[in-house]
Each structure stands twice: as structure tokens, then as C-alpha cells.
């Protein structure tokens, strides 16, 4: 028997368009759906099925389009916007998230009713991506504030959003106009997070960017 393998080449390619779509993350989902488009339109080229060429192409260019947005381009697609800390929305939220919060920012309910907190919201257009939360402590930071919580939902979270809000791009600096924008961690996987972004051990349990105090 005669192996087709150009049929083989196909229905792999259709395998991994399948994959892309369990995936909860859209940075991932685009990824892997980009490499199974890009595939299946090779695929139509070889069988010389121009529609699914057609189709596959234009499927590839939108993947392209926006793993750019999401990956390269937060400053100009997210924004932070400041909320109040007690409003009916961000205690749905909160709540609904309540597993997850307690696995990576296992002292943050405890914090929570400290009444110098404050809360930001990490926008997509007008839809809730994410929360920033720190205490103004005059003790710990007396030019800024000292963010404990930093939670994307996990669609969102290979989005860069971090960078945007807390490192090189310091979102949240430029919106508040603190000298200095501090965080906590509560656990390690919370440090190796802060790692990422650049932060620094600056003294007093505060990381910062760089571990610059101003």
C-alpha cells in the first residue's frame, strides 16, 4: 500500500489547528494555531487547493496580527485604570478568583482591609484583564506605594502585562505619578515572577525595578 504522506502532512496540520483551540491562553492558542494555519496552507499548495491556500493565509496573517498586539505592543492596546477598592465589581471579581489568589498571594485576604490600599485594573479595551493592588505605607515607601497584588486573569497571562504595569514600561508610575512603585511577594513563585520583570531586592522586603529606591 502506497503511503500518502501529503495526506499525513494534512491531517497533522489539522491536529495542531485542534490543539490551538484547548488552550486557555490566547497568546499560546495564536502561536500554535499560527504554526497548524501556516501548515495546512503548505498543505493546499501541495494537494493545489487554492481555497484552503486562501483561507489558511488569511488565518496565518490574523494569528500574526495579533501575537504582534499582545506580545509587542501592550502600551498601546492595555491601559490601568484606578477603582475603588470596595465596589461591588472588584469583590465579584476578587471572589471569583478566589482559588487562584490564595495559591500565588496567600496573605493578600488577610491585607485586604487596610484602609490604605488601593486598586488599579489592567484594561483590554473595556474589558477587565487583571488587578494591581498596594498599600501607601509612610513607613515602607513614603514617595509611592507597595504592590502586593498583581493578578491576570489566565488568558492573559503570556501577554506581557507585568512589563507593562510594573516593569520597563511602568504603566502604573506614569498613571499615579508615585516616586517609587514597590512590591511584596508572598511567595516564591511570586518572586521568580518579580525576577522576571527586572526587580530587585531594595531593602525594607521591598522589591523594586532595577532595585532602584528612586
Given at each position: 500500500m502506497d503511503i500518502n504522506y501529503a495526506e499525513i502532512f494534512g491531517y497533522c496540520a489539522s491536529a495542531v489547528i485542534a490543539f490551538s483551540l484547548t488552550r486557555s491562553s490566547i497568546v499560546q492558542l495564536r502561536w500554535i494555531n499560527l504554526f497548524g494555519a501556516s501548515s495546512m496552507c503548505l498543505y493546499g499548495v501541495i494537494i493545489n487547493a487554492y481555497p484552503v491556500v486562501v483561507l489558511n493565509a488569511f488565518i496565518t496573517l490574523t494569528n500574526i496580527f495579533y501575537i504582534r498586539k499582545f506580545v509587542y505592543h501592550t502600551n498601546h492596546d492595555f491601559t490601568i485604570l484606578r477603582t475603588q477598592s470596595r465596589s461591588h465589581y472588584m469583590s465579584f471579581f476578587l471572589d471569583y478568583h478566589r482559588n487562584e489568589i490564595n495559591q500565588f498571594f496567600p496573605k493578600f485576604f488577610k491585607r485586604l482591609e487596610d484602609d490604605n490600599r488601593?486598586?488599579?485594573?489592567?484594561?483590554?479595551?473595556?474589558?477587565?484583564?487583571?488587578?494591581?493592588?498596594?498599600?501607601?505605607?509612610?513607613?515602607?515607601?513614603?514617595?509611592?506605594?507597595?504592590?502586593?497584588?498583581?493578578?491576570?486573569?489566565?488568558?492573559?497571562?503570556?501577554?506581557?502585562?507585568?512589563?507593562?504595569?510594573?516593569?520597563?514600561?511602568?504603566?502604573?508610575?506614569?498613571?499615579?505619578?508615585?516616586?517609587?512603585?514597590?512590591?511584596?511577594?508572598?511567595?516564591?513563585e511570586h518572586e521568580r515572577y518579580l525576577e522576571t520583570l527586572n526587580f530587585k531586592p531594595a531593602g525594607k522586603g521591598i522589591w523594586t525595578y532595577e532595585g532602584m529606591i528612586h
Open positions: 488601593e486598586f488599579y485594573v489592567l484594561l483590554d479595551g473595556t474589558q477587565v484583564v487583571g488587578v494591581l493592588s498596594g498599600i501607601k505605607n509612610q513607613a515602607q515607601a513614603p514617595t509611592g506605594i507597595v504592590v502586593d497584588f498583581d493578578f491576570v486573569v489566565p488568558q492573559y497571562r503570556d501577554c506581557r502585562l507585568g512589563v507593562f504595569a510594573l516593569g520597563a514600561e511602568q504603566g502604573l508610575k506614569k498613571l499615579t505619578g508615585y516616586e517609587l512603585i514597590g512590591a511584596k511577594a508572598d511567595s516564591v
